[in-house]
């Protein structure tokens, strides 16, 4: 059983960046992929990036590629997502998400674990 709070979101003007941040409670976070997604306004949720449990695998989907960057600290539990030159399509609300039986990489769909999500909004 793992818990998610994700913290973080805010208001950015486009061309900043923010740090979002979760924070896991439960013992199987060291052992487990986990993965930022976001869902946008009348979107669907997509994946953005994930980490494999050990934190030496990353995978970025093409909307945040070269602009973003996935880390974990196991020690403390938490995960993160920096994100920078930001867009106005990149308002959301940001979830963080965890794959219980995978340990480098999970299929979309098999994250089954998720945070209430985070707020973030870009203005021009």
């Known amino acids: 059983q793992v818990q998610l709070a994700e913290s973080g979101g805010g208001a950015v003007q486009a061309g900043g960046s923010l740090n979002l941040s979760c924070t896991a409670y439960?013992?199987?976070?060291?052992?487990?992929?986990m993965g930022w997604f976001r869902q946008g306004p009348g979107q669907e949720r997509e994946f953005l990036a994930s980490?494999?449990?050990?934190?030496?695998?990353?995978t970025y989907a093409e909307p945040v590629k070269g602009r973003s960057t996935i880390s974990r600290d196991n020690a403390r539990n938490t995960l993160s997502l920096q994100l920078n030159s930001l867009k106005p399509e990149d308002t959301a609300v940001y979830y963080c998400?965890?794959?219980?039986?995978?340990?480098?990489?999970?299929?979309?769909?098999?994250?089954?674990?998720w945070g209430q999500g985070t707020q973030v909004t870009v203005s021009a």
């Open positions: 439960g013992r199987s976070f060291s052992n487990s992929v």
């Open positions: 980490i494999s449990a050990s934190g030496t695998r990353t």
């Open positions: 998400a965890a794959a219980s039986g995978f340990n480098v990489l999970a299929p979309t769909n098999r994250y089954n674990y």
